[in-house]
């Protein structure tokens, strides 16, 4: 069964420095997002990205964050200076359609650490 | 604004007991609810979902019914099992392409 695959499972980085975390959504799937979970709190949205440009994003989603979509199989999330409170668990999903009631299908997460 | 509260956890019950998670909702509109699962070391899996009032979402021995009177998605299972052990996040969608809205989450452990 085809799955969403991130990439990597985890990553650990010092205060400041460029991170790029990497997705691969299911091949003939539409709209891509990333949520992010900090430790013991909610799953949080960041960011949904359709037909190559954000379709909508939260306040969590600042300059800081960018997504781009290089090629036709990667989706990534970059956070150009990582701040302490970035450390989270990050999750790619990706849904098949646009509109409808079709099912967000979630990556393994990479959990981000930064010290 | 769209939000979800489940019961805290953790929920620890022996096996074969009968397990309910609660979830409430406060949205505009009629949303999609959800409940996603998160074994240990994976990420997200639908579990399953009700688009609809009165609908009833059923998976793996799991039900929820979308209860629009009470704002409700409860989880239920008759018998749970160890294999069960894992965090669930109940989550609403308000229309097709907007991002879900998550629970806090609430984890399960089942002993034998």
């Known amino acids: 069964e085809p799955e969403v695959t991130q990439t990597p499972s985890h990553q650990v980085t010092q205060m400041g420095q460029e991170v790029i975390l990497r997705c691969v959504p299911i091949s003939n799937h539409l709209y891509f997002y990333w949520y992010r979970q900090i430790l013991g709190q909610k799953v949080e949205f960041l960011v949904s990205f359709y037909n190559n440009e954000i379709s909508e994003k939260s306040e969590i989603f600042d300059d800081q964050f960018s997504v781009e979509r290089p090629d036709g199989s990667n989706f990534t999330l970059k956070i150009r200076s990582t701040k302490l409170e970035d450390s989270a668990m990050y999750f790619c999903?990706?849904?098949?359609?646009?509109?409808?009631?079709?099912?967000?299908?979630f990556g393994p997460g990479t959990r981000l650490t930064v010290l | 604004g769209n939000s979800v509260t489940q019961m805290e956890g953790p929920v620890t019950l022996s096996e074969e007991a009968f397990l309910t998670i609660n979830c409430t909702y406060t949205?505009?509109?009629?949303?999609?609810l959800f409940w996603y699962v998160q074994y240990p070391g994976e990420g997200l899996q639908l579990l399953l979902k009700a688009t609809k009032a009165d609908d009833k979402g059923s998976n793996k021995g799991f039900e929820a019914t979308y209860r629009k009177e009470t704002t409700s998605f409860h989880l239920e299972k008759g018998s749970v099992q160890v294999s069960d052990s894992a965090v669930y996040f109940c989550?609403?969608?308000?229309?097709?392409?907007?991002?879900?809205?998550f629970g806090k989450g609430t984890r399960l452990s089942v002993i034998a």
């Open positions: 949205a505009t509109g009629y949303p999609s």
């Open positions: 989550a609403l969608r308000r229309s097709g392409n907007t991002p879900l809205v």
């Open positions: 999903a990706s849904r098949p359609l646009a509109g409808g009631t079709d099912t967000q299908y």
